[in-house]
C-alpha cells in the first residue's frame, strides 16, 4: 500500500500577543495509502492543527511533513496551493458553501480553478450531488437546503477534483445523530470503494466504527 503522509518529530508553535502557545509537540505519524483513520482528543488537544498541517493550510515551525514523498514544509505558497488542489480535499464542521452560488455551482467551482470545461465539469458536478443523495436540488442555495443537505454538498464539492486524500474536521459536529450517519456512509463508501485515504478528525466516539485505526492526541502529543 504504502505511506502517502508521513509526520516527523513536528512541532506548532502559535504567537498569541507576547505568549507562545504549543499546539503541537514532537507528533510523528504515519498514513497508509486506502486507510480509514480517525485522530480523536478533546477539544484543544492539536487535532485540527494537525490536519491543516497534513492539508497544506499551515507549515510547521519544525519537523516534517511529508505528503506522497514530498516534504511540504519546504514548499512555496504556489506549490502547497497545487498540492491542495490536486491532491487533498477538505470537509469541515462548517459548510462553507458560498451562499450565492447554487448547490451545483458549488461543486464546480474547484474544478473551474483547474481549468475544467464547463460541460465537463457540470456532468461531473451532477454525478457527485447524484451520488450524495441530492439530485433534483442541483440549483437550490445554500439556504434553500438543510444542515445535511448543505453538509452532502461540501462533500461532493471535496470530491470534485478526485483526491487522494480526504481530510475531515468535525463533519457531523452541526449534524442530528441520523443526518451525521447518512454523511459519514457517504465518506465510508468513498474510502472502500474507491480507496480514497481519510483522516478524521473528532472528538465524538461514536465516530470511531468507521475508521481503520484510531490515533488519540492529547495536549498537542500523540498517546502511545
Do not use: W
Not at 493550510?57 to 514544509?73: A, C, E, H, Q, R
Not at 468513498?190 to 481503520?212: C, F, M, W
Amino acid at each position: 500500500m504504502g505511506k502517502v503522509v508521513e509526520l516527523v518529530d513536528v512541532y506548532k508553535v502559535y504567537r498569541v500577543g507576547g505568549y507562545e502557545v504549543q499546539a503541537l509537540r514532537g507528533v510523528s505519524l504515519e498514513v497508509e495509502r486506502g486507510e480509514f483513520l480517525s485522530i480523536m482528543g478533546p477539544s484543544g488537544s492539536g487535532k485540527s492543527t494537525l490536519l491543516h498541517l497534513i492539508g497544506c493550510l499551515d507549515k510547521p515551525t519544525s519537523g516534517k511533513v511529508i505528503v506522497k514523498g514530498v516534504n511540504t514544509s519546504n514548499l512555496s505558497d504556489r506549490k502547497l496551493t497545487e498540492m491542495r488542489m490536486m491532491t487533498i480535499g477538505f470537509v469541515f464542521q462548517q459548510y462553507h458553501l458560498i451562499p450565492t452560488l447554487t448547490a451545483l455551482e458549488n461543486v464546480e467551482l474547484p474544478m473551474v480553478f483547474r481549468g475544467v470545461s464547463s460541460e465537463s465539469r457540470r456532468e461531473k458536478a451532477l454525478n457527485l450531488l447524484e451520488i450524495v443523495g441530492l439530485k433534483g436540488k442541483e440549483d437550490r442555495k445554500p439556504n434553500e437546503l438543510s444542515g445535511g443537505e448543505q453538509q452532502r454538498v461540501a462533500i461532493a464539492r471535496a470530491f470534485a477534483n478526485d483526491p487522494e486524500i480526504l481530510l475531515c474536521d468535525e463533519p457531523t459536529g452541526n449534524l442530528d445523530t441520523k443526518t451525521g450517519k447518512q454523511v459519514m456512509d457517504i465518506i465510508k463508501d468513498q474510502n472502500v470503494n474507491r480507496g480514497v485515504t481519510v483522516i478524521l478528525v473528532t472528538h465524538n466516539p461514536s465516530l470511531k466504527e468507521y475508521a481503520d485505526r484510531i490515533v488519540r492526541i492529547r495536549d498537542g502529543r500523540i498517546e502511545v
